[in-house]
């Protein structure tokens, strides 16, 4: 991340299977240490990290190659599949499923664990207040929600994300409204 602007500077895959969790660097700084769901640490030597490619895998990481796809499919992808769908079912992550979320009220999708705090809350998710949600960050715009600590800082980002969500299922009943 370059520190000034809280842009991500250089975005790499660390690890072959799944989402990381923990990261922590090498007492003298120049290694570091990322830990996901396998139990594997893989060490990241930081200052090749420009020169060199970490993963060089013939596994895709998604099922499509990132650079086939538009900047808003690559954002849900790379920022937010991990955790959520887009689809009716669901499927098993962590986070609720966005299907039809614009025109939702938080934290009322049937049989999801929310946090108290969007339980409580009498947000209406649509374009804007996506828009807020990773202008502010979750920490930020709804404190104490179980999401975590995520900015989108570019506004085109943010824009070609919604309108990505908006068109693979994610469109509901304030669509239109909301543009
Ligand atoms: C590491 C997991 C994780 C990631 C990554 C993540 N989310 Fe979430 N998200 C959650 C969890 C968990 C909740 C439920 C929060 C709560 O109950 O406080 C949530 C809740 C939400 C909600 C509220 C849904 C509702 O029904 O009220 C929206 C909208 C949302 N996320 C959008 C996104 C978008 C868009 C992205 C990508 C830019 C994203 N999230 C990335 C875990 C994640």
Redesign the pocket.
């Known amino acids: 991340m370059d520190t000034e602007s809280w842009a991500i500077e250089t975005d790499f895959r660390a690890a072959l299977k799944g ?1 990381i969790w923990a990261l922590a660097f090498s007492k003298d700084g120049t290694v570091l240490h990322a830990g996901g769901i396998e139990n594997i640490v893989y060490s990241w030597p930081l200052a090749d990290l420009a020169s060199f490619d970490p993963m060089a895998t013939e596994t895709p990481q998604f099922l499509k190659k990132p650079e086939e796809m538009s900047n808003g499919e690559r ?2 992808a790379r ?2 599949s ?3 769908a887009l689809s009716e079912e669901g499927g098993r992550k ?3 499923t ?1 299907y039809k ?1 614009f025109g ?6 049937p049989g ?4 108290e ?3 409580g ?1 009498d ?1 209406i ?1 649509s374009a804007e ?2 828009n807020q ?2 202008l502010d960050g ?1 920490d930020h715009y ?1 404190p ?5 600590m ?1 900015r ?1 800082v570019k506004p085109e980002d943010r824009d070609d ?1 919604i309108d990505y ?1 908006r068109t693979a299922g994610a469109g509901g009943a304030t669509e239109g409204e909301t543009q």
């Open positions: 989402p954002q849900f920022k937010c991990i955790c959520h962590a986070g609720p966005l979320v939702r009220q938080a934290g009322t999708l999801y664990p929310y946090s705090t969007l339980i809350s947000i998710w207040t996506i949600l990773f979750p709804i104490g929600s179980k999401m975590p995520q989108i994300l969500m």
